[in-house]
C-alpha cells in the first residue's frame, strides 16, 4: 500500500520561509519522479515543483515561474523523503500543498501523470 504524508505546513507571515516534507512508503522510491501541487481555495490544483528520480544525471527539477528562485523540491533517497523549501512566501502561496509519486522516473509538469498523492498540508501566508 503506497502512502504519501505531508507535513510542515502551518501559517506565516509574508516572506517567512517554511520546508513542507513528504514521507513516502510502499513503493521503491527512489526510481519515481516527485512532485509538489498546490490547492487555493476555489482554484484548480496546480502544479509547483517537480523532482526526477536520482539515476541517469540525477534528479532534474522544474518548477512553477510563480515559484521560481524563491522554492527548491530535493529528495532524500535513504530516506524516503521528499521536500519543498519554501522562501519568501506570498499571501497568494496560501493553498494545501499536496505531494505526488509520478508513475515514471521523468519529472513532470501534468498532474495526470501522477499515480499516487497525499493528504495534503495547509499552508496560509499573511499579509
Known amino acids: 500500500q503506497v502512502q504519501l504524508v505531508e507535513s510542515g505546513g502551518g501559517l506565516v507571515q509574508a516572506g517567512a520561509s517554511l520546508r513542507l516534507s513528504c514521507a513516502v512508503s510502499g513503493l521503491t522510491f527512489r526510481w519515481y519522479a516527485m512532485g509538489w501541487f498546490r490547492q487555493a481555495p476555489g482554484k484548480e490544483r496546480e502544479f509547483v515543483a517537480t523532482?526526477?528520480?536520482?539515476?541517469?544525471?540525477?534528479?532534474?527539477?522544474d518548477y512553477v515561474d510563480s515559484v521560481k528562485g524563491r522554492c527548491a523540491i530535493s529528495r532524500d533517497n535513504a530516506k524516503n523523503m521528499v521536500y519543498l523549501q519554501m522562501n519568501g512566501l506570498k499571501p497568494e502561496d496560501t493553498a494545501v500543498y499536496f505531494c505526488?509519486?509520478?508513475?515514471?522516473?521523468?519529472?513532470?509538469?501534468?498532474?495526470?501523470?501522477?499515480?499516487?498523492w497525499g493528504q495534503g498540508t495547509q499552508v496560509t501566508v499573511s499579509s
Open positions: 523532482i526526477s528520480w536520482s539515476g541517469g544525471s540525477g534528479g532534474s527539477t
Open positions: 505526488a509519486a509520478a508513475g515514471s522516473q521523468f519529472a513532470t509538469v501534468r498532474p495526470e501523470e501522477y499515480a499516487y
